[in-house]
């Protein structure tokens, strides 16, 4: 039997075929998005859009999602062996949508109209109502709060929803339901609508005890709010893996596929990667490494971490209790420096691989967009102490990598402070190709390191949610344990390099406490100095 994985990203959606018993991948396809993102005017009316906003269009969605999978059955030998398809998505990704599903921009006469597109996980213009969220919850003391580091995002449903409400009410009267992109593709491809416990917990506020924030409270934001989540937020939630439905006559035409594949309910993309990348039990801490990092852990009960971005039951695992934290800028931080000095990665880390720990004078704040783990604050902004006329490029290099390492050991701290200790890193993405950072991270953090040995984590997590969905497999668990590799490698910390690395971490803490966490720190001071 075989799966396939979709994996819908920022710019394009990949496809991925994987045989469920053996993990091996048959065909892979990626097809881009014909509008990619739009930030600049609409494709309806040359709409112009306004500062922080990010939109896109649903047809990309399907059309790019259809030509990706018949790519893949094109390659396959027999593609009626497939028996599941599962979908992972960027997130917070929602749009406006009718009882039916058909979304508000498709109607011809709200196609001008900014607030009946879809929003992408980067749309920042929901700021004002995040703010206003975070406050109020604060200043009422809701319990939720704190599972969301105290601090609600404006990439989440509940600050873009009531943007939507407040900014173009029309909008938000016509919309019957306001759903994830993920959902709503599972929705299409199947005629049933259900949301995944992953988003609905980790960007919509769901508990699967507690539910959603009260009515109360919403009504206290805006009295035309109340009844938000019995509403246009409202519908059945199920863990990954769960099944929608089958594909629609239509679909599996479309996609020349069988009309009994399966379509499991989907996931954000991120927290796939953590499937795909093995973890499937506590213990192990997950890292999605890019331009960002996204940090990943399950565990069997729910506790409070500082900063974490969200605790959610069956938010990863059916059964477990999902965690996730992060780096808002990682290789981005990198590619900055080589793009400031002219140099480039593989120059840069050939030099600083001759550097010994400490041996630069150099240490760095990795706070280049922001502190995500464990501060919450986007004001923040990167620091680098101990130059002097004979610092190299190459060093501030090397001190920017360890910078991020030891923000990295920041938020295993953090878990590990309420009760959730780390016994083992495993890292995927393009960043676990640079030898000389996956050496600085194992020895900052004293942790193995295992590379992942996909090079499509979040894809292949998505197939095993097709797996389990279509019977191959009766949990991801054992979906893991059989469609997951091996990793390819494991970076052990060496022990000579400790001492130096705990005593420039020592340091960094006290950087953290007097830039980060004193309210007089300089970096809002200046801040606030820059024009606005």
């Not at 993405?429 to 194992?442: E, P």
């Not at 091996?486 to 803490?509: G, I, K």
């Amino acid at each position: 039997m075989l799966a396939i994985g979709l994996d819908f990203g920022t710019l394009s959606v990949r496809a991925l075929a994987v045989d469920t018993q053996s993990g091996a991948i048959l065909a892979t396809a990626v097809a881009p998005y014909a509008h990619g993102v739009i930030d600049q005017r609409l494709p309806e009316g040359d709409v112009p859009l306004g500062p922080e906003w990010a939109l896109q269009s649903p047809s990309d969605w399907l059309n790019s999602m259809a030509a990706a999978v018949r790519d893949v059955v094109a390659a396959l030998d027999n593609p009626a062996q497939v028996v599941g398809l599962g979908i992972d998505f960027t997130s917070c990704t929602v749009l406006p949508v009718r009882q039916e599903g058909l979304p508000l921009c498709q109607i011809p006469e709200m196609a001008r109209t900014p607030h009946a597109w879809p929003k992408l996980w980067k749309h920042h213009a929901a700021q004002p109502q995040a703010t206003r969220i975070t406050e109020l919850a604060a200043e009422r003391s809701e319990k939720w709060l704190p599972r969301y580091g105290g601090v609600i995002s404006s990439e989440w449903l509940l600050p873009k929803a009531l943007q939507i409400l407040e900014e173009a009410p029309d909008v938000y009267t016509k919309a019957d339901l306001i759903v994830e992109g993920g959902d709503w593709v599972a929705w299409q491809l199947t005629g049933h609508f259900v949301r995944n416990a992953c988003a609905a917990g980790f960007k919509g506020l769901w508990h699967k005890v507690e539910g959603y924030p009260s009515e109360d409270y919403l009504r206290a934001l805006n009295p035309d709010f109340a009844d938000f989540y019995s509403t246009r937020g409202a519908g059945e939630i199920a863990p990954p893996g769960d099944i929608v439905g089958t594909l629609t006559a239509e679909w599996a035409e479309r996609l020349g596929l069988r009309p009994d594949v399966k379509v499991a309910v989907g996931i954000i993309d991120a927290h796939a990667g953590a499937i795909g990348g093995g973890v499937a039990g506590d213990g192990m801490m997950y890292m999605a490494m890019g331009t960002s990092t996204c940090h990943m852990l399950v565990a069997s009960r729910e506790v409070h971490a500082e900063g974490i971005s969200g605790v959610v039951e069956d938010g990863i695992l059916p059964g477990w209790f999902g965690y996730e934290a992060g780096q808002v800028a990682v290789g981005d931080i990198f590619n900055w420096y080589t793009q400031h000095v002219g140099l480039s990665h593989d120059d840069l880390t050939a030099k600083a691989s001759t550097l010994r720990p400490g041996e630069s004078g150099l240490l760095a704040l990795d706070w280049w967009n922001g502190c995500r783990t464990p501060l919450v604050d986007a004001e923040l902004s990167g620091v680098v102490l101990g130059y002097n006329l004979q610092t190299p490029p190459e060093a501030v290099y090397r001190a920017l990598i360890e910078a991020t390492a030891f923000g990295t050991q920041l938020i295993v701290e953090a878990f590990a402070d309420a009760g959730l200790p780390t016994r083992v890193l495993r890292a995927g993405g393009g960043l676990t190709k640079n030898d000389m950072l996956l050496g600085i991270y194992a020895d900052v953090t004293g942790l193995p390191l295992e590379i992942s040995a996909t090079e499509h984590a979040s894809a292949l997590g998505a197939a095993i949610l097709g797996a389990v969905a279509g019977g191959a497999h009766a949990t991801i668990t054992d979906a893991i344990g059989a469609m997951v590799p091996p990793p390819s490698r494991t970076v052990r910390p060496q022990e000579a390099h400790q001492p130096t690395y705990q005593a420039l971490y020592a340091e960094y803490r006290r950087l953290v406490d007097l830039f980060g966490r004193d309210p007089e720190s300089p970096l809002k001071r200046l801040r606030a100095l820059r024009p606005s």
